[in-house]
């Protein structure tokens, strides 16, 4: 054994509690050696009673790595004493004693032997990751504690919210390992660059310049890491620069995590796959950029989208971790250090932003379809969890009630998503196993960069040539010539609701209803139907990643059945009209559709339900006589309609329909007779009573009519030249009285001198003010000292005179 590591001080304490008791959490640091020095320590314990040893890893890199590292201090290869299994790699055998798996493999483990009948301990390592398979594989193995009470149960972490875990637990004890193997020094630093990738290359060149020893570097995608390799080129001799990401090819990730050759350096550019359960020999500075890509998945639309956003204290006190494991070391951080008070403390678990149709179906080939009848670490939300059943249901994979049909039973043999699983079996009927075992492959890695799946399936590469093979075998199919031609129809039966049909503007609607196009010219922009494989998840445009094109004739052979035809009377806001269709729908995609006759009262109905008030033709007429009804509501609101604009918007097809019979279209209603549908809609009895309580004119003092405007909020006013109001001893009334009218009294130019509704005050204190200003600017006309005792007149003294 190697020199000893943090976690050989809880090791004695742990093997004495597990011989009584069954279930611990271990708390312990990065680098402190938990994931190999524990299963070692254990695995020969005698409440084993014979029985392995099984830990989970949320990464098959990570089971691999540390499989091969507890091999190795045995001085044994990985099938001996300890093995691992991921999904398509297995090393295995009867001397068997530890078994490394990722979280799916231990699902599959449990639904075919509940029991765990050849294991006397399960260990969850990194749970703090809180992957949707480890939540899952803790739930389970908690539903069978009644039927195992022996067996051990032992969650392992550096940054877990470890209350919870305990509590899940049966408030079970807690193992600490303080502190880490090695120092580590923080640095942040403030670098230029108009880019994430141009401040992470200039960061690893001032590591290179500054620092010793070998640099892990820590982006959020492959994007990134693809682009910061290009920018630091060759960093100087003797640096390599490793790419280390999960789709990266087996023999990538070994060469990354490899020791460098003596006398020289390497930089290792990572995803948040190297936070945990990984040593990488000779590193000593880690450079991490602070971020970390997250899934965030949307029911309602089906799709994914992966979002950038700064990692979690917890993920940065991981990266932070892999700079000590051997060696004092250094983190440079490539952010400021009050950044980190907004930080959340944990990353958020995979299960409340993940697809849950994989977990949907295995809870129901547990027996147990309603998730709330089990214990969680955090339970799956419920409107996620409906739709993933939804899913299925629509795969045929379960029944109303949630229980795997014998369809879905066989889904679940697949080591694929539900929807790729249900493509191969689709397939192997009609003798497309193999094209479509290569394109499960294609599409189970998210790297694979092909937008165009036939030329994605025309040259992959050799690994997921490796991963299409053993899908095959597990299809117990024969091998058949690949046919790149037949990507769309394949991917159409793995992914119904992406099927997608091309619109007038270039975009293509999909059918489960969502708006997507593809980022830049392709020649695939130009088809009329798409089989959509990878979208982003934006919920006003989606961005297409992956498809294949489509025939109308392959969709109606697949979904033919499924497909409805409707007719339909829609406003088709492009022509600006109102028309009828009959539509051929594949859910909420047409697919076809052809125009019919209709019934004008219905297009026309159509028509007004799409049309605004504002965009009528609106008189002076026709708004008085709104504002008219309006004043008199505000006087008795029982007595008067309501003409504002919400009920008139809100009633326009019954009260302007019957006026403009046969429109269809907006330029049929630039002549609709607006006024008469209003009156028509007052009731000609109304119109009298109209006439009499909010007359249009009022006749004044000087004999002329003059026109009241309703429309002023503050009520109506009766704009009139002053000298018109001579004699005049108090202003005219509206609505028999109840009313004074707002007199705006204007200059013989028409401007405004005066605005009133207390003309006897105006005569006796505004007047004689108004009286000295005007005279001398306007002559011509009256200004007699007394207005009460004048002749009321629009005509000048000259005019008066003759």
């Known amino acids: 054994m190697p020199a000893s590591l943090p976690i050989d001080a809880l090791l004695p304490g742990l093997t004495e509690f597990l011989h009584a008791g069954v279930s611990c959490v271990i708390d312990a640091p990065p680098g402190s050696g938990k994931t190999t020095r524990v299963p070692l320590a254990l695995m020969d314990a005698p409440w084993l009673g014979g029985r392995k040893i099984l830990m ?53 483990m449990l639904l075919h032997d509940p029991e765990l009948s050849g294991y006397g301990c399960v260990i969850f390592d990194e749970f703090h990751e809180r992957g949707l398979h480890g939540d899952l594989g803790l739930t389970l193995c908690l539903d069978v504690r009644p039927l195992r009470p022996d067996m051990r149960l032992i969650v392992m972490s550096a940054t877990l919210d470890m209350p919870l875990v305990r509590r899940l637990l049966g408030d079970c004890p807690m193992f600490s390992c303080p502190g880490y193997p090695c120092p580590v020094e923080t640095k942040y630093l403030r670098l230029p660059g108009a880019s994430l990738e141009e401040r992470m290359a200039r960061a690893i060149r001032h590591a290179l310049e500054t620092e010793t020893g070998d640099i892990l570097a820590f982006l959020p995608g492959a994007g990134e890491i693809r682009r910061t390799e290009e920018l630091l080129g060759a960093p100087g001799p003797g640096v390599a620069v490793h790419p280390l990401f999960g789709a990266l090819s087996t023999a990538g990730q070994d060469a990354a995590i490899a020791p460098a050759p003596p006398g020289t350096r390497k930089v290792v550019l990572s995803t948040s796959i190297a936070e945990t359960s990984l040593t990488i020999e000779g590193v000593r500075v880690v450079v991490d950029s602070g971020l970390a890509r997250q899934p965030r998945f949307d029911p309602g639309s089906g799709m994914t989208r992966l979002v950038t956003e700064p990692a979690s204290l917890a993920s940065i006190a991981q990266r932070r971790g892999r700079a000590g494991r051997t060696r004092p070391g250094v983190c440079m951080r490539v952010w400021d250090r009050t950044d980190e008070t907004s930080r959340k403390p944990y990353p958020p678990p995979e299960i409340l932003d993940a697809d849950l149709a994989p977990l949907a179906l295995d809870l129901a080939l547990w027996g147990t379809p309603n998730p709330g009848q089990l214990l969680w670490p955090t339970p799956p939300p419920p409107g996620n969890f409906r739709s993933a059943v939804r899913l299925l249901q629509r795969l045929g994979a379960v029944d109303g009630a949630g229980r795997a049909t014998a369809h879905g039973r066989e889904l679940a043999r697949l080591p694929v998503h539900p929807r790729l699983g249900n493509m191969l079996l689709a397939a192997r009927e009609h003798g497309q196993a193999s094209t479509a075992a290569h394109l499960a492959a294609l599409l189970s890695d998210p790297a694979t960069r092909h937008a165009d799946l036939r030329d994605a399936l025309a040259a992959p590469p050799a690994s997921l040539r490796q991963a299409g093979d053993q899908l095959l075998r597990l299809l117990d199919a024969p091998a058949s010539a690949i046919r790149p031609e037949a990507a769309g129809r394949l991917t159409a039966l793995a992914y119904p609701d992406r099927i997608a049909r091309r619109q007038e503007d270039g975009s293509y609607r999909l059918a489960n209803g969502r708006k997507a196009a593809w980022p830049g010219p392709t020649p695939q922009s130009g088809c009329p139907f798409l089989a959509v494989a990878q979208v982003d998840g934006q919920a006003d445009c989606a961005t297409i990643r992956q498809a294949a094109p489509l025939s109308a004739e392959e969709l109606e052979e697949l979904y033919g059945r499924e497909m409805e035809e409707a007719d339909s009377v829609f406003f088709d806001p492009a022509r600006e009209r109102a028309v009828a269709v009959r539509r051929r729908m594949f859910w909420d995609l047409c697919v076809a559709e052809e125009s019919l006759e209709a019934d004008s009262t219905e297009l026309t109905r159509v028509l007004l339900e799409h049309t605004r008030l504002e965009q009528l033709p609106w008189d002076r007429e026709s708004r008085n006589l709104r504002d008219r009804v309006n004043f008199l509501r505000g006087l008795a609101p029982g007595d008067w309609p309501d003409f504002s604009d919400g009920p008139l918007q809100r009633d326009l097809p019954d009260w302007l329909g019957p006026f403009v019979p046969g429109a269809r279209a907006r330029t049929d209603l630039s002549r609709a007779p607006l006024g008469e549908a209003l009156k028509n809609l007052l009731g000609w009895h109304r119109l009298g009573e109209l006439d009499r309580l909010a007359p249009v004119r009022v006749t004044v003092p000087s004999g002329a009519e003059r026109a009241i405007d309703y429309s002023p909020d503050s009520g109506p006013i009766l704009p009139v030249k002053l000298q018109e109001m001579f004699g005049c001893a108090a202003p005219p009334t509206l609505a028999d009285g109840r009313h004074v009218l707002t007199l705006h009294l204007l200059s013989p130019a028409g401007r405004p001198l005066h605005i009133t509704r207390d003309l006897p005050s105006f005569w006796k204190n505004g007047y004689p003010l108004v ?32």
Do not use: Q
């Open 56 to 108: 989970l890893e949320p990464r098959r890199l990570a089971a691999r790595s540390a499989a091969r590292h507890m091999a190795g201090l045995l001085r044994e290869k990985t099938g001996g004493r300890i093995g691992y299994r991921t999904r398509l790699d297995t090393r295995v055998s009867k001397e068997t004693r530890v078994e490394v798996v990722t979280e799916g493999v231990l699902t599959r």
């Open 771 to 802: 009286r000295a200003e005007m005279r001398g600017r306007y002559p011509k006309h009256p200004w007699p000292e007394d207005p009460l005792m004048a002749l009321p007149t629009a005509r000048t003294k000259k005019k008066l005179a003759t």
